[in-house]
């Protein structure tokens, strides 16, 4: 099975603040249809990014730990961070011998 984090973008956040949502799934084809909660309208993939060793919810915990001081809080349960986050997690990932490939 494949795993999959992913960075979306969605014009109704950024009119609040600028933010990226990220999220991990099992099949990126699905996500775009699955994963749009707390969308108003529906966003886009900015990056997907294939996990070859490790799961996308250990990957997702690690992000979730490591970039927390980019998290933005909008009173959903969806995890939004800075957009500067798109250019940390390569760092986070080395950190952690996670090894993957760039979709997009």
Known sequence: MKNYIYFRANEDYDRIVECYKIGHTTHIG?????????????????????????????????????????????????????KITLNLFEDVFRKYDIKYNIIN
């Open 30 to 82: 699905r996500a775009d249809i699955d994963h749009v909660e707390f969308e108003m309208s529906r966003g886009k993939f900015i990056k997907v990014i294939e996990l070859i060793n490790c799961s996308g919810e250990h990957a997702f915990s690690i992000l979730q730990k490591e970039l927390d001081t980019y998290k933005i809080k909008l009173n959903v349960r969806a995890d939004f961070y800075e």
